[in-house]
Nanobody, 115 residues
Framework: QVQLVESGGGLVQPGGSLRLSCATS????????MGWSRQAPGKQRELVAT???????TYADSVKGRATISRDNVKNTLFLQMNSLKPEDTAVYYC?????????WGQGTQVTVSS
């Protein structure tokens, strides 16, 4: 069983920044791909960013240029730095771990962008 624990969400004003973290105790973290997704009320879950074990990244067009996904393979922690936040970034953010045949999800962390 893989446990992923997100943190770092909260209330931020438009134009502000947040850094989300996702921690796991499983060392398999170091050899698998990871990602961040988000789900706003009434909308489908959207893949925001991914990172391979080797550090290759992809981003959704909606966050490109404003988001940076990174990983610390010593601390088994995934990060998402979000800048220039917009009200439409409001959502529950989830990290996921891609293991062959299975995707593990964290419990999510709420990000609210509002003045």
């Amino acid at each position: 069983q893989v446990q992923l624990v997100e943190s770092g969400g909260g209330l931020v004003q438009p134009g502000g920044s947040l850094r989300l973290s996702c921690a796991t105790s499983r060392t398999i973290f170091r050899i698998v791909g990871m990602g961040w997704s988000r789900q706003a009320p009434g909308k489908q879950r959207e893949l925001v960013a991914t990172i391979t074990s080797g550090g290759r990244t992809t981003y959704a067009d909606s966050v490109k240029g404003r988001a940076t996904i990174s990983r610390d393979n010593v601390k088994n922690t995934l990060f998402l730095q979000m800048n220039s936040l917009k009200p439409e970034d409001t959502a529950v953010y989830y990290c996921n771990m891609e293991v062959p045949g299975t995707t593990y999800w964290g419990q999510g962390t709420q990000v609210t962008v509002s003045s």
